[in-house]
């Protein structure tokens, strides 16, 4: 099983960016997507998560301007990322739990600076 994440890259403050998590291999359930970032010289920390009843949550950081979703047919997730702001500057990983296997993407940059 793999989960390939993409779509990060440098932003300007105030822009946006759309991350996809891809699933391959032998994994045909999706009970949660999540993604979480890690900030250099930081701890890896929930950004947002979803589960198959469409229950999210969100840090307080990015409530209201972040939004998570997926598409199970297409084995796929999503973060649509708005407002950035140079805090968010960070490697994003998604994961996948799978009934009680978890599995982690690779990580994707993404880094909001002017």
């Known amino acids: 099983v793999q989960l390939q994440a993409s779509g990060g890259g440098l932003v300007q403050p105030g822009g946006s960016l759309r991350l996809s998590c891809a699933a391959s291999g032998r994994i045909f359930r999706f009970h949660v997507w999540g993604w979480y970032r890690q900030a250099p010289g930081k701890q890896r920390e929930l950004v947002a998560q979803i589960s198959n009843s469409d229950s999210t949550a969100y840090a307080d950081s990015v409530k209201g301007r972040f939004t998570i979703s997926r598409d199970n047919a297409q084995r796929t997730g999503f973060l649509q990322m708005n407002s950035l702001t140079p805090e968010d500057t960070a490697v994003y990983y998604c994961?996948?739990?799978?009934?009680?296997?978890?599995?982690w993407g690779q990580g994707t940059q993404v880094t909001v600076s002017s």
């Open positions: 994961k996948v739990q799978s009934g009680r296997t978890i599995y």
